[in-house]
């Protein structure tokens, strides 16, 4: 490929970018936005070795604060970004009151096959 077919990159300092994403406390409306700002470089920070995948580990949960620094604290032994995501997700993934669940469930529409199966399994 000739140099004028290459079309140029950005180039990201994954260190710079890390120490740049917003704290985050715990608050579940703000856990997909922490999520997506860290899945962006994801793939960018797996191309570097195990010191340096620890080290953005670290940065990643130095933004954690509150609730979710008190989280990941008690589970201390997650250490790459998939683990410790399945953890904020498992803390603050969305929630929803009691009533909000019956909303929802009100709003589900059933194939008459499947509500009879259903009555059948639960009887």
Same mark, same amino acid.
């Given at each position: 490929m000739t140099e004028e077919n290459q079309?140029? %990159?950005v180039r990201i300092d994954p260190l710079k970018y890390l120490n740049q994403i917003p704290q985050f406390s715990g608050?579940?409306?703000d856990l997909q936005t922490c999520i997506n700002l860290i899945d962006r470089v994801y793939p960018l920070l797996?191309?570097?070795d195990e010191p %340096? #995948? *620890?080290l953005f %580990?670290?940065?990643i949960n130095s933004r954690l604060t509150a609730k979710a620094r008190e989280v990941m604290e008690i @589970?201390? #032994?997650v250490q790459s970004w998939t683990d410790i995501k399945t953890v *904020?997700? @498992?803390n603050f993934g969305d929630r929803c009151g009691l009533e909000e669940m019956f909303d929802k469930l009100k709003g589900t529409t059933w194939d008459k096959t499947i509500s009879v199966e259903f009555y059948n399994e639960i009887k």
């Open positions: 079309k140029p %990159s608050d579940y409306r797996t191309v570097y %340096s #995948q *620890l %580990s670290d940065i @589970n201390c #032994q *904020l997700h @498992n």
